[in-house]
């Protein structure tokens, strides 16, 4: 398989750094081996059509010098090239309008795409959609919403015989270990600092704690799981940067969380929700990504991990590599 990959940032590494160190064994396992031929970051395109050298990747990407690795192409002339797949860890966008004439114009040119980014999706689902089905290419997008944890594989592939009932997800760190924070106590732009320190807080952090992330990736769930076409105007969402009472949360003893929640069939939304210590999401903590699912003939499936970053996030793009393979 022959990939293009579009992004080095902190997910983009990651991707390259486990495609990198497990070349031996996916050959082994599957009898084939990814080849990265070009990576882009946001200024420069490297390409070899043998199959890059990752391991100089990640080395000249980390002292910025990238243009001196090996072939500079123009970034578009990565859909030209003789790939498979194109792998899109570019950060999401306000209008989400690049990514989609991105995953289009791949499709049209043979190629199946991978993508974490979950603005395009978001925004323009139909169009994407529609596109890959008449160009007969797939498109897969595991780590757009839930980082490391499966969730669109698991439901497509192992609870085909259920109808879904009921979801709700945290499925956005960065809003949740903020509220967090500033129910322990902190200053709004205190936890944010903390955050930012951490690395799961961009600096511009608004899209993230006005509740526009986990608005996103809500739309994405209820189309990917009950079939909809629906845009980021169809979901009722709130951020933490405005928060009242935040002082009886304090004493409530309860835990607060901001979750996504769709119940099927018209139900649409991501907000701050009180969480009973009984109840099965009150495992996570604010860095865990996780979800309820109710089902009718799977009965309640609840699925997590500790924690959650951008390694997590690359394991699963390179699972939907692996399953395009």
Aim: hydrophobic residues 40%.
């Amino acid at each position: 398989m022959r990939i293009s990959l579009i992004g080095a940032g902190h997910i983009g590494k990651a991707v390259i750094g486990i495609l990198n160190d497990n070349n031996n064994y996916f050959l082994s396992k599957f009898g084939e081996e990814p080849k990265v031929i070009s990576v882009s970051d946001s200024k420069n395109t490297v390409f070899n059509k043998n199959g890059l050298n990752l391991n100089d990747v990640l080395m000249y990407k980390s002292k910025n010098e990238m243009n001196e690795l090996e072939t500079s192409i123009k970034f578009d002339e990565i859909f030209d090239l003789d790939s498979d797949v194109i792998v899109d860890m570019s950060p999401a966008t306000k209008d989400g309008i690049l990514g989609k004439k991105n995953y289009i114009r791949a499709f049209e040119m043979g190629k199946n795409v991978v993508t974490a980014n979950k603005a395009p999706l978001a925004l323009h689902w139909k169009e994407i959609m529609e596109s890959a089905r008449q160009n007969k290419k797939k498109i897969l997008y595991e780590a757009s919403v839930g980082g490391g944890v499966p969730l669109f594989n698991l439901n497509h592939h192992s609870l085909r015989s259920s109808k879904l009932i009921e979801f709700k997800g945290q499925v956005s760190s960065t809003i949740n270990y903020v509220l967090n924070q500033v129910i322990g106590g902190l200053e709004f732009k205190d936890a944010i600092k903390t955050a930012q320190n951490m690395g799961i807080a961009e600096t511009d952090y608004h899209d993230d704690t006005q509740g526009l992330d986990g608005a996103r990736k809500t739309v994405i769930i209820a189309n990917a799981l009950l079939d909809k076409n629906l845009t980021l105007n169809d979901v009722e969402y709130d951020g933490i940067e405005n928060l009242e009472n935040v002082e009886l949360m304090k004493q409530s003893g309860k835990i607060y969380r901001v979750l996504s929640h769709v119940v099927n069939p018209d139900r649409i939304e991501s907000k701050l929700f009180e969480i009973d210590l009984k109840d099965s999401l009150a495992c996570l903590d604010p860095l865990s990504m996780g979800y309820l699912e109710k089902t009718d003939n799977n009965d309640d499936i609840t699925i997590f991990e500790k924690h959650d970053g951008p390694l997590e996030t690359a394991a699963q793009v390179v699972n939907d590599i692996l399953l395009l393979m």
